[in-house]
């Protein structure tokens, strides 16, 4: 068990801290650092998928008033550690997705950058490309494992005996596209190379591992790179270190000494910035004629880059939601000339519970079962994949009061059965899951400031995600003290080293090193510090790890307004109740809860990279033609929280909130299309075309 | 060329490329960052400012085409350090999370709302749509439509919006 901090602050819906800054608009971005008289940094990108550059012509662009530099790989300086190819920028002449950085303009502004790019003309030795994910290609491997560490395969008991008997069998296939991350900001560097030392404001969602990663691509010493990422426009999982980054620091260190300024152009965030891998996912499950669960298997095809593997862990969630006699779950890849795929909000959880949560309603309707009494009957005990029980586990109270508040009790099951005007209605749940995930190495430190007065320090960052918020009420917590009498410091190499922001870790990671530092600060300096007094601790080690599953659980449920006639989908109406342990700002995490899920629908109904498997691009590249929902794609959200206290995952006793919004979402909304339309969609996403028969 | 403008209350001369959008010349020749660029294409809103009292997409009008124009971004809004109720509505209703498309946002709804109250209809308005257009949930959606939010605040922008508006005319 682990000691609970006393909640004071914690707890409460505390407005934004960096709200002020925000709505008027004086929160300093990356890009929004003034200097005088910086460059502008404009890529050239391939325009082949494969093959190797035969020449390079800057003629033109060197030409130009106002025109710097052109770097290519003829000029450029050699990086001292290209074993990720990723960020082996503009360093060989060979082509490995269309889009690559293989030139780069820099100039006095960016209206010359840009025109400069335009004019660089390259030349390729263009060799046969392949970008096409099919099941049935002969060349899938199984990686070593699956992000981020767990076994590419699993099984327990005999699958194929418990499918071949079960009384009930279900065998289907899914399919989830490519998807972009599409922050608000684009990626956004502006780079300063000076005497030896690197400095950059960044986008990013972990300034401390893009330093160190940055150091060792650099061959600098750690302490000579310098990031700052006070504020960033959201990052999904996109916005960790990618060839942008790299390119604005090559141009800096071509510039010695003047600041240079990359923003990638929306189109350009379709490339090479990460991106949810394509699926295929083969479903099968078995089943007693009493709806018990017998056998279950996930099988997924899934794609990565030759230059750089990324190994979604689409079928992980499956091993641990539901109790069965045999289980198997696999993953096998397709590496083709692509940029590399990413992590892109719940990677694994999104597209995985999207196909395991349709196929347990398709199974519940086959069982002749309520899909809410379905997944109770089979709840297990333990968690399957680890042996381990888990550290709280409440998903049956989310369905349940998720059932209530929604009105679930009088749902009429039969589908294609109501009808308002031209409007068909169905409603739809499906649970919801995501790991407690923490990272090791956050360190933060602690200053009395005088007066009752605290300044706390950690390299964290806010994505949005409310941590100027959520810290300060757990550092108030901890040092006793109001949460404006908290001077937080995050987002700058500077302080504190702190683990990035990813896998719903950030408040379980940085505030675990708070109330350590706090431990010890009292410890050192008992309850009336002077002025001065400062302690600095890493969060230890939790060793209930090792004891405990530890996930958070959900249930979404959605209604949906099909169009007879044009197939047209609305979701006027969500319930999302979340068992996540301690909420520490519930007026944040809601937020947080209804972007996750609002993406959900995104996922459900629009998003959808297409690649012209001809040339190797995605070809709706754009806001206009990649739809992520507008206003009026968004309908009422009701959220609820089921009172968990945990005493075995940190001391805050919460789990993370930042992905599993999404996760259960899409699948809710196809199993409301189906109780709406008769048709069951297993292909994301469910565009008109597909409800018009 | 050389152009004149007035932001936020004060006046500026600068020479910019006839190719610079307003949007950048806000950005990166006065420093003025409330307007934030998401696309460039004027697809995403998030760059919207009052152009002589209208919203408009900065990215889409170029400078030289402005000469001596009046606009107003998020930073003038809370002229004097008072924030602007449709800011503290905002804030109040957490309508933001990583806060990249809110000063778009927050003055697209400023305009939208002068819109409305103009008796400008939208496209779910009634035919009989006649003087005011009251400000319901499904108007302000349509109308809001345009400044997109990633982090997927719509469902605190709609009452944040709806709220401020409520409390009365802002101009």
């Not at chain 1, 989830?176 to 030896?196: C, D, I, R, S, Y």
């Not at chain 1, 990638?264 to 910035?273: A, D, I, N």
């Amino acid at each position: 068990m682990t000691t609970i901090i006393e909640r004071r602050a914690v707890g409460k819906p505390l407005d934004r801290k960096d709200g002020p800054l925000k709505v008027t608009g004086t929160a300093r971005y990356a890009y929004e650092y003034r200097f005088d008289n910086p460059l502008y940094l404009f890529p050239v990108q391939s325009e082949v998928a494969r093959g190797w550059i035969t020449s390079i012509d800057a003629t033109a662009a060197e030409a130009m008033p106002g025109v710097i530099a052109v770097l290519s790989h003829e000029n450029t300086p050699r990086l001292a550690d290209t074993s990720d190819r990723e960020y082996a920028v503009l360093q060989s002449g060979e082509v490995a997705f269309r889009g690559q950085y293989v030139a780069a303009v820099l100039a006095q502004t960016l209206e010359i950058a840009r025109y400069g790019a335009s004019l660089v003309r390259v030349s390729y030795d263009e060799e046969p490309h392949d970008v096409e994910l099919r099941a049935d290609r002969t060349d899938l491997y199984a990686p070593a494992t699956v992000n981020p560490g767990y076994p590419t395969d699993t099984q327990e008991g005999d699958f194929d005996l418990a499918f071949a008997s079960a009384a009930v069998k279900f065998d289907e296939t899914y399919t989830t596209p490519m998807e972009h991350h599409n922050p608000m900001e684009p990626h956004t560097t502006v780079a300063l190379w000076q005497a030896g030392d690197l400095t950059l404001y960044e986008s990013t969602q972990g300034a401390h591992w893009d330093a160190g990663t940055l150091a060792q691509v650099f061959g600098l010493d750690r302490d000579r790179v310098r990031i700052m990422a006070r504020y960033v426009g959201g990052g999904f999982g996109c916005k960790t270190l990618h060839a942008n980054t790299v390119l604005a620091a090559l141009g800096a260190q071509v510039a010695e000494g003047s600041p240079v300024k990359f923003a990638l152009t929306r189109q350009q965030m379709f490339c090479g910035v990460g991106y949810r891998t394509p699926t295929i996912q083969w479903i099968r499950l078995g089943a007693s004629e009493d709806g018990r669960l017998t056998a279950i298997s996930h099988d997924v095809v899934e794609q990565t880059a030759k230059t750089k593997e990324f190994a979604e862990q689409t079928a992980v969630a499956t091993r641990t939601m539901y109790a069965t006699q045999s289980r198997r779950t696999t993953h096998r890849l397709a590496a083709l000339d692509v940029p590399a795929p990413s992590w892109m909000r719940a990677p694994g959880e999104a597209p995985g519970m999207f196909a395991l949560e349709s196929a347990m309603d398709e199974m519940a309707i086959r069982c002749g079962v309520d899909p809410i009494e379905f997944r109770v009957r089979n709840e297990p005990e333990i968690d399957a994949e680890t042996g381990l029980p888990y550290s709280s586990r409440n998903l049956v109270a989310c369905l349940r009061e998720g059932a209530r508040r929604f009105g679930w009790a009088d749902r009429d099951p039969r589908p294609r059965a109501r009808q308002e005007g031209r409007w068909l209605t169905g409603t739809g749940v499906a649970a919801s899951t995501f790991p407690v995930i923490r990272f090791s190495g956050s360190v933060a430190r602690i200053t009395c400031a005088g007066d009752g007065r605290y300044v706390v320090e950690i390299g964290a960052a806010d994505i949005g995600t409310g941590t100027w918020t959520a810290l300060t009420q757990i550092a108030a917590d901890v040092l006793g003290a109001g949460t404006s009498d908290i001077d937080l410091r995050i987002g700058d190499t500077t302080l504190p080293e702190a683990s990035v922001e990813g896998g719903s870790s950030g408040i379980a990671s940085w505030g675990s090193a708070i109330v350590e530092a706090a431990r010890v600060f009292r410890g050192r300096h008992g309850t009336s510090p002077t002025q001065g007094d400062q302690a600095q601790a890493a969060a230890p080690d939790n060793p209930q790890a090792q004891r405990y599953a530890m996930h958070a659980f959900g249930a979404c449920f959605a209604r949906a307004r099909v169009d007879a006639d044009t197939g047209e989908v609305r979701i006027p109406h969500m319930t999302g109740v979340f068992a996540a342990g301690k909420i520490i700002n519930p007026k944040t995490a809601r937020s947080q809860i209804i972007g996750g899920m609002t993406m959900g629908v995104g996922m459900a109904l629009h998003e959808e990279s297409l690649v012209d498997a001809r040339f190797g691009h995605v070809m709706n590249h754009d806001f206009a033609t990649y739809h992520i929902p507008a206003n009026a794609d968004a309908g009422q959200f009701d959220i609820a929280w089921i009172d968990e206290e945990d005493t075995h995952v940190n001391p805050m006793g919460s789990k993370g909130i930042g992905e599993i919004g999404i996760v259960g979402a899409s699948a809710a909304i196809a199993n409301a299309v189906y109780h709406a339309t008769g048709i069951r969609v297993r292909d994301l996403p469910i565009t008109p075309a597909k409800l018009v028969r | 060329m050389e152009i004149t403008l007035r932001a936020d209350g004060r006046g500026y001369r600068i020479e910019v490329d006839p190719r610079t959008t307003l949007l950048d010349a806000l950005r990166e020749h006065l420093g003025i960052y409330g307007p934030k660029k998401g696309c460039d294409h004027g697809q995403c809103g998030a760059c919207t400012i009052l152009l002589d009292g209208m919203r408009v997409n900065s990215c889409l009008a170029l400078a030289v085409a402005h000469d001596g124009a009046e606009i107003t971004t998020a930073e003038g809004l809370a002229a004097g350090g008072e924030l602007h109720p449709m800011q503290r509505s905002f804030i109040a209703r957490d309508a933001f999370q990583c806060g990249y498309c809110t000063p778009g946002q927050i003055l697209s709804a400023v305009g939208m709302v002068n819109e409305a109250q103009a008796g400008w209809p939208s496209q779910v308005t009634g035919d009989a749509a006649d003087g005011e257009v009251p400000l319901t949930d499904e108007e302000i959606s349509e109308r809001m439509s345009g400044n997109l939010c990633r982090c997927g605040a719509y469902a605190n922008i709609v009452p944040a919006i709806r709220e401020a508006a409520e409390a009365g005319r802002f101009w």
